[in-house]
């Protein structure tokens, strides 16, 4: 077996490994070209970046990286590691790793982030070993918005442009890398903006597409007045009966949790964000 830097030719041949890889997955996806596409493009995946292994010329694992700059620096996230089930057992992930920490040494890489599903013990052990610490804990919910009856205090308009600055000044999170304003400028979600006076109070990015909640937030001075449920019934209306998905939610964000459950949605996985320092 080999390892090398992955380069646009490996397309195919990464998609038929990454469904290939996930197929028996604790939650089980399969992707179609478009997707993996659009994936890499709002993840900002870097195959110069990403690793393979092959056997024979087949491909049969792979790691992939997204690449930012902050402060005169890189991040670096692992976008995806999967090992084909034959090949697990040997190790392949931290090979992967001791092949690509030099490159990313030389590159002025800062940290490497990653996000691995909280039940996952094989993984997390072997990314421990790999030198990562465990950050934060992730929430992911999904399900159906249930009706609920709020007075309308705030009119709720669509939004033509991302104001980050006016954004933040409502967080009390940071998001995961999938759903950061980077991200948020890849994809270009559809925004809603809930205003009270002309004042915008509240924000929510959301993919009908794809049926995923990004991002919610009320300014505090005007949280618990019912905006935020105003927004989530917003999308309701756009979508009834859909099943939606909201992932990744810091689990610091006990009310956002509470909150979430009080709409009909429910917590059905957990992931682990780990970091590790260069």
Known sequence: MRIRQLKGSDIAELLQTVNAAFVDYIVPFQLDMEQLLQKI??????????????????L????????????????????GTGVLPEFRGHGLV???YVHLLPFFSKNKVKEIVLEAIESNSPAIHAYEKSGFL???QL??????IQPLLKANLAKIKALPHFSWKEFQSFWTIYPSWQ????????IKPKALGAFMADKLVGYILFNPGSKRVYQIAVAPEFRRNGIGTQLLQAIRNEMPLEKIQFNNIDAKADDLKLFLEKQGLVNVINQLEMVKSL
Do not use: Q
Request: proline letters at 2%; aromatic letters at 10%.
């Open 41 to 58: 493009r709002t993840e900002d995946i870097r195959l110069e970046w990403s690793v393979g292994v092959f056997n024979e010329d087949k």
């Open 60 to 79: 049969v694992a792979f790691m992939l990286h997204a690449v930012r700059e902050r402060d005169h620096e890189y991040v670096v996230y692992n976008g």
């Open 94 to 96: 931290g090979k992967m």
């Open 134 to 136: 465990i950050n934060r």
């Open 139 to 144: 929430l992911c919910f999904n399900g159906v």
């Open 179 to 186: 759903s950061t304003p980077e991200s948020m400028d890849n």
